[in-house]
């Protein structure tokens, strides 16, 4: 019975889905016509850029090299920017929804069906990782659509894998909500945390680029764990980051899973 709760719930989504896919895709895509000039400007841009401290540089992702290198462009205009915005806005809009369902008593309209209560959060689950992936892929093709009309042109590869860490990245970030929105049934609170710790970790991860004698602050950070100018730049997929935030998404849906199936929806 899994199925049809997630075609009722990919159906509720599919406005948000589109508006974020289109809103994403165009911001992608109009950045990603710019790679040319700035590679031919490259240098000013380097010097104008030299008032400012590396670490600065460094924590908002523009990071070490020349901005000729695609990883550093893409990484820092693209997917350092715009993706944990994307992302979050999915994860917590989508990962909360069972909190509203119950708030609003859809949920009891929906559980006195033969459907049981696990299958409806599997649904809600399937739901974020399809979102997720579908909004990820947009951003690329953006990307690509770009990519059409410049030269030189992105690795298109190396590109084409970063949608799938961008994805272990959004999970990494609905898996916890989820047991937020379970355990506390009140969404408003439950996305209120979940944005607020993301902030507080872009802060950590922020701090920590400053100010080296407290660097350990970053690995409190899930941006820490997002960053993609090893493999757009020189092709190295950062496999242990991904498998990392994968674990977290799991734990946060399975842990959500077990508290649902005892949650008194009453309550």
Known sequence: MTGPAFGLDLRRSRTLIVGLVVVTALYAGFISVFYTNVVENAEQFESLLDAYPRELLVAFGLGEGSFADPGIFLSGYVFSFLWPLVASITAIALGTRVASDANRGFLDVVLSTPLRRVNHLLGSIGTQVVAIAIV?????????????????????????????????????IAGPTTLLAVVLLDRGRAAGIAAGVLVVMYLFNVVAALAPDVDWLSSLSAFRYFNLQGLIGRGEYPISDSLLLGVIAVAGWTMAIIAFRRRDLSA
């Open 136 to 172: 990820a892929l947009a951003m690329v093709t953006g990307v690509f659509v770009g990519d059409l009309l410049i030269e030189p042109n992105f690795p298109e590869d190396r590109v084409a894998l970063s949608a799938l860490h961008s994805l272990a990245f959004g999970a990494a």
